[in-house]
């Protein structure tokens, strides 16, 4: 069972910046495209995009294109989510997934996720 964690979460200041980081325990992310999701308070989750494994593409929601980027690094087994230009609206629970993409398949744009980590919370205020 992957178990993810996600972490890098706080207060920012509207228009400030932050980087989250999602790693898995033991397990290397080679294999999984990952996802990163938000989700505000009292509303459902929403995806803002995801990165494959095997080309390193990266896909956005239209509403965060030009703020986040989304990547990874193998070698120390993280994926990053990285945000600009925070509003309040982007004040939630921050979760990372994935979706296990079998040897010599490539995967294009986000699929359903398997695995979810716990999230962690970013609040953008002054």
């Known amino acids: 069972q992957l178990q993810l964690v996600e972490s890098g979460g706080g207060l920012v200041e509207p228009g400030g910046s932050l980087r989250l980081s999602c790693s898995a325990s033991g397990v290397r992310l080679d294999s999984y495209d990952i996802g990163w999701f938000r989700q505000a308070p009292g509303k459902e989750r929403d995806r803002i995009g995801c990165?494959?494994?095997?080309?390193?593409?990266?896909y956005y929601e239209d509403s965060v294109k030009g703020r986040v980027t989304i990547s990874r690094d193998n070698a120390k087994g993280t994926v990053y989510l990285q945000m600009k230009r925070l509003k309040p609206e982007d004040t939630g629970l921050y979760y990372c997934?994935?979706?296990?993409?079998?040897?010599?398949?490539?995967?294009?744009?986000?699929?359903?996720?398997?695995?979810w980590g716990k999230g962690t919370l970013v609040t953008v205020s002054s």
């Open positions: 990165i494959t494994t095997r080309e390193d593409s990266t």
């Open positions: 997934a994935a979706y296990f993409v079998p040897p010599g398949v490539i995967t294009l744009g986000c699929h359903d996720m398997d695995y």
